[in-house]
């Protein structure tokens, strides 16, 4: 992925967690609180806006550091954030408890781009 690319794909996911958390904060707030979701949805779109202002920040760091890791976080940081906040948001709500299961898997892919991140700024020079 670019780095061009890589910021613009943060904007746009920074963008849609503050519609999201909007959104939460006013149209679902009473749903989810009800449903006792609101925290989840909350972490979702912390997550979220959290990940998009990593995914910006590597953007830049790729204009200055080539290495095929920090490509890999990319990728990383994208698919990790769909699926971890992707599937708290569906979870929220469809109240379909088993896509709970898959959240630990876009952890994962965080975890791992944070990890991609660190090795290949290291091993650029």
């Given at each position: 992925?670019?780095?061009?690319?890589?910021?613009?794909?943060?904007?746009?996911?920074?963008?849609?967690?503050?519609?999201?958390?909007?959104?939460?904060?006013?149209?679902?707030?009473?749903?989810?609180?009800?449903?006792?979701?609101?925290?989840?949805?909350?972490?979702?779109?912390?997550?979220?806006?959290?990940?998009?202002?990593?995914?910006?920040?590597?953007?830049?760091?790729?204009?200055?550091?080539?290495?095929?890791?920090?490509?890999?976080?990319?990728?990383?940081?994208?698919?990790?954030?769909?699926?971890?906040?992707?599937?708290?948001?569906?979870?929220?709500a469809t109240g379909i408890t088993k896509l709970g299961a898959i959240t630990p898997i876009g952890g994962l892919f965080l975890i791992a781009a944070w990890?991609?991140?660190?090795?290949?700024?290291?091993?650029?020079?």
């Amino acid at each position: 992925m670019t780095s061009k690319l890589i910021i613009i794909i943060g904007s746009i996911s920074g963008a849609i967690s503050v519609v999201l958390g909007a959104f939460g904060a006013h149209a679902l707030k009473d749903s989810l609180t009800a449903s006792g979701r609101l925290e989840t949805y909350e972490t979702a779109v912390k997550y979220q806006m959290y990940h998009s202002l990593a995914m910006i920040l590597l953007g830049i760091l790729m204009i200055h550091f080539q290495h095929r890791f920090l490509n890999y976080a990319s990728y990383s940081f994208l698919i990790g954030t769909i699926i971890f906040s992707g599937s708290l948001y569906v979870l929220c709500a469809t109240g379909i408890t088993k896509l709970g299961a898959i959240t630990p898997i876009g952890g994962l892919f965080l975890i791992a781009a944070w990890v991609l991140l660190a090795i290949g700024v290291g091993k650029a020079a």
